[in-house]
């Protein structure tokens, strides 16, 4: 890995020490995990990925999505949830079957209340995310779009990922295999908006350096997707520019 540094001679490049990339790097994930698979069936999974446009249009509408944040906070019946949220229980047994079909909610257990048996419903999932892929042939490829600094083809890779997870977490959970994961987010704060291009001159060499050290062309083992992004950060969070150990005579970082 190599940073810029300024000199009187112009750009040079040296070699990062591996302690200050680690202080950089606010937060790395590389781990395996067993997609979506429950150790108990009392636990629900932290996401689940909409892949069906059933699902999706489900999700989305405001009534339902009401009940799914209800049951997220407590599992609970159709009697319940109306003296919870003031609405008849006949109103409500209509959209939570059609939320359960979905496959958004499931049954929990069933409890007798006299004559009656009750059916406790809880969430599938704490957090969903929509696949792109559910749009069909309108769903955006990457290989589509020429322009590769932009927003657009920013957001045809990170569909692009979520389609491609979705799928490998399926196949995952179906054959009750580990699938290797990793991600890895930082921060970083540039002085000049000229700097950016810079900035992903270096990243690509970098990322380019390291591929091709660990990249085996012989056949055999797995091929892994590599997906890199920069993009800037939304109002208010918190960009934490960390300062270089280099310095040159200027004492610029």
């Known amino acids: 890995m190599f940073e810029a540094v300024e000199s009187k001679g112009g750009r040079v490049r040296r070699a990062v020490p591996l302690p200050t990339l680690l202080d950089v ?6 781990h395996t995990s067993l997609a979506f698979m429950n150790d108990s069936q009392t636990d629900v999974a932290s996401l689940q990925v909409l ?3 059933d699902g999706a249009a489900a999700l989305l509408d405001p009534e339902r999505r009401r009940l ?3 049951l997220q906070e407590t599992p609970d019946s159709a009697a319940g949830l109306a003296r919870r949220l003031g609405e008849s229980r006949q109103r409500l047994n209509y959209h939570l079957h059609a939320l359960e079909d979905a496959g958004l909610i499931e049954l ?3 409890r007798r209340r006299g004559n009656c048996v009750e059916r406790v419903l ?3 999932a704490r957090r969903f995310v929509l696949d792109p892929g559910a749009l069909g042939g309108l769903a955006v490829d990457p290989a589509e ?3 590769r600094f932009s927003a657009s083809y920013l957001i045809a890779l990170a569909a ?3 389609r491609e997870l979705a799928d490998l977490i399926e196949r995952a959970a179906r054959g009750r295999k580990r699938l290797a994961t990793g991600g890895i987010e930082t921060q970083l704060r540039l002085s000049r908006p000229a700097d950016f291009r810079v900035f992903l001159d270096d990243l690509s060499e970098a990322v380019a350096e390291v591929v091709a050290r660990h990249h085996d062309e012989r056949g055999g083992g797995r091929a892994f997707r590599v997906l890199v992004g920069a993009y800037p950060a939304p109002e208010g969070a ?3 520019a960390q300062p270089s150990e280099a310095r040159d005579e200027g004492g610029e970082a």
Do not use: W
């Open 25 to 30: 790097l606010t937060n790395i994930i590389v």
């Open 51 to 53: 892949r069906e446009p």
């Open 68 to 70: 799914v944040e209800a």
């Open 108 to 110: 929990q257990e069933e």
């Open 122 to 124: 809880r969430v599938v």
């Open 145 to 147: 779009l020429t322009d």
């Open 160 to 162: 692009r990922a979520i």
């Open 238 to 240: 918190d960009a934490r």
